[in-house]
């Protein structure tokens, strides 16, 4: 017994079986039946949807013993010849073999020849984009002026190489991609045909696998049969074809969900060690979290979804986690990421570092909140963090009145007795941020020198810090934190470059007696140009986040 590939056994030999292209079968039949077929048709799109096939139909149609008919019967000598590639008049050539301009003219020299004896002499040229600028030429010539009875079928999958003066003397038709119902429905009726049991999904699974193209799924269809034999199912479809199955995606936007990141690179590399394919995995993740986000759109999200290859119920839990903005965010990181695992020998690296990306993704903030917090930040005032407490109205910095800075207790009358400094200074420094968040950065760069009863030194590490926490306002934030949590009233010393112990620098204190040494750190800030990886620090303290790229 022969063994015919799928995709030649059911090729389509008729119009009318043609799937997918209603609208360029039903003008090529009716240029058929009003006798106006051109002579020339350029038929463009991505691979495995019908352009040769449609080409050979329209041959057998117009050449057909029992025509010109819109549909050729299929079974005339005519016929026959065209669909075993034995008809002499109908001349198929592959433009990326025979790309030179000899052949081009080799070709045209013939063309001078009437047709043996059909009606009209064919000449599909498949991947005519392959061909070269002087076959062009040569073609061109012929095409301006063509001998009558000689129709020049074109077929491409990329339209954009082909030369306008081409495109100009051709009518040209976009063949579309297949979707993925119409796939399905083909793959069923072999299936059918074929006496092979396979569930919806493996269909399902193949056909997205497909990618739009019949062909490609029809041969995905043979190897999968080679390897399951008659009985079809999802399992062994997602290990032949390299997919990742429903189950392990839900998981794996579970530990998303978490913000588990462990959790995701362990997925990562099991998925990459069973030889599953990233790539088809990174698309996958696309497209759950695309339904994850029709899930919080719509009231029906049935409608939208393919009910079949998702878990509505899965996917409206998850959805609860979910912000619209970090899906769209995740989407675009997994959209980028999939175009540049293709160009790289990385990809496994780089799918890792995109989950890593994702999984820190949070919410866009609101504009006006962002326009709010400067405003709040620059007039010196400052809410605790989350408290929903009256706000403090915005007051100008060098003059707050004692009453209106707030603090976590009522102020009391200071005390006299003495505390370790050392687990009061955390919680004072919690304090701090927690009032005006830039103080992370200011902290950070600093060590406490002494603290005690009536002092708390501070040594800074660059002066341009110092400056800043120089400000009365922010030194009297540190004493209000201070009192707020020891409940006493300390001078806060500021020093520079301070070595422990050397007591080598000189000494800053926020009294405003010292003007000298504040007048000369604020020329330094002023003369001082930030650096763009200091701006942006600043711009991640006001408003938190990450640095993506
Ligand atoms: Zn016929």
């Not at 041959?59 to 299929?74: F, L, V, Y």
């Not at 074809?241 to 997925?267: C, N, P, W």
């Not at 009536?454 to 926490?469: E, H, K, P, R």
């Amino acid at each position: 017994m022969d063994f015919q590939v799928s995709a030649r056994k059911w090729r389509p030999q008729k119009f009318s079986e043609l799937i997918g292209q209603e609208h360029i079968v039903r003008t090529l039949t009716n240029a058929i039946e009003l006798d106006r077929v051109s002579h020339a048709y350029l038929f463009s799109g991505t691979r495995g949807v019908g352009k040769t096939t449609t080409a050979r139909i329209l041959a057998k149609a117009i050449n057909c013993e029992k025509g010109p008919s819109p549909e050729p019967c299929d079974q005339c000598d005519f016929c026959e010849e065209i669909k075993s590639g034995n008809c002499i008049d109908v001349r198929e050539i592959d433009g990326a073999s025979n790309n030179s301009v000899a052949e081009a003219r080799e070709l045209i020299e013939t063309i001078q020849y009437a047709a043996s004896a059909s009606r009209y002499k064919v000449y599909i040229i498949d991947e005519v984009h392959m061909l070269s600028k002087s076959a062009f030429n040569a073609l061109l010539k012929t095409l301006e002026e063509p001998p009558p009875k000689v129709v020049f079928l074109f077929a491409t999958t990329e339209l954009s190489k082909i030369p306008e003066t081409i495109l100009s003397r051709c009518q040209c038709f976009e063949f579309k991609p297949l979707s993925h119902k119409q796939i399905v429905k083909q793959l069923e009726l072999i299936c059918g045909q074929e006496g092979i049991q396979a569930d919806g999904l493996s269909l399902e699974e193949i056909a997205k696998t497909g990618a739009g193209s019949m062909r490609d799924a029809q041969s995905l269809l043979d190897q999968v049969i080679a390897y399951c034999g008659k009985k079809m199912e999802s399992g062994s479809v997602e290990e032949v074809l390299g997919i990742v199955g429903k189950q392990t995606l839900a998981e794996f936007v579970e530990h998303l969900r978490k913000r588990d990141s462990a959790s995701l690179m362990a997925s990562v590399q099991e998925i990459a060690a069973d030889g599953k394919d990233l790539n088809f995995f990174c698309c996958d993740l696309a497209e759950y979290l695309r339904n994850i986000l029709m899930v919080k759109l719509s009231d029906k999200p049935e409608t939208l979804l393919d009910t079949q290859v998702c878990n509505l119920e899965v996917l409206q839990d998850q959805a609860e986690a979910f912000h619209v903005d970090e899906l769209q965010q995740m989407f675009t990181v997994l959209a980028r990421t999939e175009s540049e695992m293709k160009r790289s020998s990385l990809a496994q690296i780089i799918f890792e570092m995109s989950i890593l990306r994702l999984a820190d993704i949070r919410p866009f903030q609101h504009i006006d909140d962002m326009i709010k917090t400067i405003n709040t930040l620059e007039a010196g005032t400052f809410p605790l963090a989350g408290e929903a407490g009256p706000m403090v109205s915005p007051v100008k910095s060098s003059n707050i009145p004692e009453a209106t800075t707030v603090t976590a207790e009522p102020a009391a009358a200071p005390a006299k007795q003495s505390s370790s400094p050392g687990p009061d200074w955390g919680r004072i420094q919690q304090e701090i941020c927690a009032r005006k968040s830039i103080f992370n950065m200011y902290l950070s760069q600093c060590r406490v020198i002494a603290f005690d009863e009536s002092n708390l030194s501070l040594s800074f590490q660059d002066a341009n810090t110092l400056g800043l926490v120089q400000d009365p306002e922010n030194l009297q934030l540190v004493k209000d934190a201070v009192k707020s949590v020891c409940n006493r009233e300390v001078t806060v010393k500021l020093l520079l470059n301070e070595k422990a112990g050397a007591g080598t620098a000189s000494a800053y204190s926020g009294n405003p007696a010292n003007n000298e040494e504040k007048k000369k750190i604020k020329s330094y800030n002023e003369n001082r140009q930030k650096t763009e990886a200091e701006i942006i620090q600043d711009a991640l303290d006001v408003f938190g986040g990450i640095v993506l790229r």
